[in-house]
Every structure is written in structure tokens, then in C-alpha cells.
T-cell receptor
Framework: QKEVEQDPGPLSVPEGAIVSLNCTYSNSAFQYFMWYRQYSRKGPELLMYTYSSGNKEDGRFTAQVDKSSKYISLFIRDSQPSDSATYLCAMSASTGGFKTIFGAGTRLFVKA | DTGVSQDPRHKITKRGQNVTFRCDPISEHNRLYWYRQTLGQGPEFLTYFQNEAQLEKSRLLSDRFSAERPKGSFSTLEIQRTEQGDSAMYLC????????????????FGEGSWLTVV
């Protein structure tokens, strides 16, 4: 079993839809949780960072962490075609980003 | 632009040849990471430097792989006697131990170096 599980999709939604992306994990030591967005043939770029449990909102993006269920989510409101990308969840037990573990990524397509 | 810079962006090589990738991290970052990513997978950790010291290597990093960061600034990743299974995107990332919160605990990636072994 992988430490981080993420449905690879693809997920296809119409423009304006609310998108929900999720990851589960097995290592209870993880306490730093990130979401990265990766466009085709590009490096991942950081979208959201959350420490421990709770919610964090940034514009159209909301990240949620439920450590009791070992489950994290990223919500995208009013999705746009420019949101079409692969979304990677990532997490770490250590400070400093050391040994950040990534999910496989979910491919999202937002249709105009 | 002061982001992470990688060179070359693309490399096609014949099996058995050696290749070297270079990474220039964000200038104020003292930590540097190499990851490998294949199609449909997330990045997999290869190795980690703090300043010039290589502190951790993944079991994925076979003897044919070597990474250096001689002056604690740029880094190189060399693959000797390349195999077709080495075809992947090699990602460099950096972070800083001198900051706190999100800035300390997140890593920032370059655009990656694509390797195709034929």
C-alpha cells in the first residue's frame, strides 16, 4: 500500500462547476499538507499549504485536512478552463520539506 | 525571475551513455532536492542536500546515479550507463531552513529536465 493514495482520474467538469479532489494517507506522522498544480510537461507549482488539521481558503481554492480520517481535500470553486491540469497532493512528517511524499496526481479537465 | 532553474530541459541519449543535469536553486535557499517523475505518477524523492552536504539518498538512487552540490549553491545529477528505465522527468526543488511556517515546509520546483533514453 502506498503512503499516499490519490485517484488519477481523469476528472472532467463543465466550466463553473465546483471541483473536489481528495487524497488519503496511511502515515499518522504527516502533519504538513500541500497541494501542487502541474501543467503538462512543467514542474509542479505550490497551490496551498496547510499545517495539521483544519481548513484554509485562498481565492477560489479551499484546502481541508482531517487527520482523524487521514483524508485531505482540495475544492475549486467556479472552475475555469485554465484550471485544467494535474493536481498533486503532498505531505510531510518533517519540517523543512524533507521527504515530502506525493500522490500520483489527479488529471482535471474543465470544459468551456 | 529567481525561481529554480534546470538545464537542459530536454535530453535524448542512447542507452549506455552518461548524462548530467544541472540545477540552480532559489538563491536564498539552502536545501536542494532531486525528484524523479514518470508519466502518471507523482514525483519520487531521490536525494536531498542541506548546503553542500548530501543528507539523504533514496533506495531509488542506484549506484549509476550521483549527485553533487560542491559549494552549496548549484547541484548536478549524473546518470552513468543510462538505461531505458531511466527515461523520466528529473525535477529539482529547493527550500529554506531559515524561514518558518509555510515557507520552511514547502518546496519549490523547477521546470524539470526530461530524459529520453533510446
Amino acid at each position: 500500500q502506498k503512503e499516499v493514495e490519490q485517484d488519477p482520474g481523469p476528472l472532467s467538469v463543465p466550466e463553473g462547476a465546483i471541483v473536489s479532489l481528495n487524497c488519503t494517507y496511511s502515515n499518522s506522522a504527516f502533519q504538513y499538507f500541500m497541494w501542487y498544480r502541474q501543467y503538462s510537461r512543467k514542474g509542479p507549482e505550490l497551490l496551498m499549504y496547510t499545517y495539521s488539521s483544519g481548513n484554509k481558503e485562498d481565492g477560489r481554492f479551499t484546502a481541508q485536512v482531517d487527520k482523524s480520517s487521514k483524508y485531505i481535500s482540495l475544492f475549486i470553486r467556479d472552475s475555469q478552463p485554465s484550471d485544467s491540469a494535474t493536481y498533486l497532493c503532498a505531505m510531510s512528517a518533517s519540517t523543512g520539506g524533507f521527504k515530502t511524499i506525493f500522490g500520483a496526481g489527479t488529471r482535471l479537465f474543465v470544459k468551456a | 525571475d529567481t525561481g529554480v532553474s534546470q538545464d537542459p530541459r530536454h535530453k535524448i541519449t542512447k542507452r549506455g551513455q552518461n548524462v548530467t543535469f544541472r540545477c540552480d536553486p532559489i538563491s536564498e535557499h539552502n536545501r536542494l532536492y532531486w525528484y524523479r517523475q514518470t508519466l502518471g505518477q507523482g514525483p519520487e524523492f531521490l536525494t536531498y542536500f542541506q548546503n553542500e552536504a548530501q543528507l539523504e539518498k533514496s533506495r531509488l538512487l542506484s549506484d549509476r546515479f550521483s549527485a553533487e552540490r560542491p559549494k552549496g549553491s548549484f547541484s548536478t545529477l549524473e546518470i552513468q550507463r543510462t538505461e531505458q528505465g531511466d527515461s523520466a522527468m528529473y525535477l529539482c526543488a529547493s527550500s529554506s531552513s531559515y524561514q518558518t511556517g509555510a515557507s520552511e515546509n514547502t518546496i519549490y520546483f523547477g521546470e524539470g529536465s526530461w530524459l529520453t533514453v533510446v
